[in-house]
């Protein structure tokens, strides 16, 4: 993803801006606790499928919060390049790791 030519200022923006979303939904559910209850309690499709929808709503604007934080604060992932070994598909009856194995002395 490229970013503008203002990077860092284009971040804090909109690391603002959702941190503004994500408290704005936080308390109009905190305000309205007691009709959000009452409905999510009565069961049914419909309040089913109004916790997740809620659900989904909380964590796509937390998440783009969280995301723009962690941007301005730098963090990377670790992009290091992992080589596969091929599968061997002869059973030696150990599992590609080299253990000692017990030998019986010739009497």
Same mark, same amino acid.
């Given at each position: 993803?490229?970013?503008?030519? *203002? %990077?860092?200022?284009?971040?804090?923006?909109?690391?603002?801006?959702? %941190?503004? =979303?994500?408290?704005? =939904?936080?308390?109009?559910?905190?305000? *309205?606790?007691?009709?959000?209850?009452?409905?999510?309690?009565? %069961?049914?499709?419909?309040?089913?499928?109004?916790?997740?929808?809620?659900?989904? =709503?909380f964590?796509?604007?937390? %998440?783009?919060?969280?995301?723009?934080?962690?941007?301005?604060? +730098?963090?990377?992932? *670790?992009?290091?390049?992992?080589?596969?070994?091929?599968?061997?598909?002869?059973?030696? +009856?150990l599992?590609d790791?080299?253990?000692?194995?017990?030998?019986?002395? *010739?009497?």
């Amino acid at each position: 993803m490229k970013m503008k030519t *203002n %990077g860092k200022a284009h971040l804090v923006n909109k690391a603002i801006w959702w %941190g503004t =979303v994500s408290l704005a =939904v936080y308390a109009a559910l905190f305000m *309205n606790e007691k009709t959000v209850i009452s409905y999510f309690a009565t %069961g049914g499709y419909p309040a089913t499928l109004a916790v997740i929808v809620t659900a989904f =709503v909380f964590s796509l604007v937390h %998440g783009t919060f969280a995301h723009y934080v962690v941007e301005l604060a +730098g963090l990377q992932p *670790n992009c290091a390049v992992v080589e596969m070994r091929p599968r061997r598909y002869v059973h030696t +009856g150990l599992d590609d790791c080299d253990v000692p194995r017990a030998r019986v002395a *010739n009497l």
